[in-house]
């Protein structure tokens, strides 16, 4: 179950509390989906770990990821992450390949480094 789309955003993060606020909500709504008789897997929210493609600050994006680490994470089985090509209406189809594939790869890596007891998902 994917309970999150980008809380880390700087328009969405202070709504919902920041990682502990989300956290507490993403706590609070995979207990009522176990109640409902779900068991499947459920995921937390956690962003590429460099410069958003569309602006943004780093260290955000940082001290989230970092706030997830650190918090009790126990009740999520998985990680998501969303990884956007860069345009083609700003670059040809090999670059895009082959930077995309590289940026994707370490992506992965470092999230992986980061949430080791953790499934990733690449979602978008």
């Known amino acids: 179950m994917k309970l999150a789309n980008e809380y880390h955003l700087p328009k969405l993060v ?14 609070r ?3 009522a989906l176990r109640e ?9 929210a956690a962003p590429r770990n460099r ?12 001290a989230w990821n970092e706030r997830l680490v650190a918090a009790d994470t126990s009740d999520f089985d998985a990680v ?12 040809n189809l090999d670059i895009v390949y082959k930077e995309s594939l590289t940026e994707l790869a370490a992506d992965v890596e470092e999230l992986r480094a980061l949430f080791p007891l953790k499934q990733l998902w690449i979602t978008e």
């Open 36 to 44: 409902g008789g779900y068991r499947g897997l459920v995921n937390l």
């Open 29 to 31: 709504a995979t207990g």
């Open 14 to 27: 202070v709504d919902i509390g920041r990682p502990t606020g989300y956290i507490r909500h993403a706590r």
């Open 80 to 91: 998501i992450l969303h990884h956007y090509y860069p345009s083609l209406e700003t670059t």
């Open 51 to 62: 410069k958003p493609r569309g602006g943004g600050a780093l260290e955000a994006v940082r």
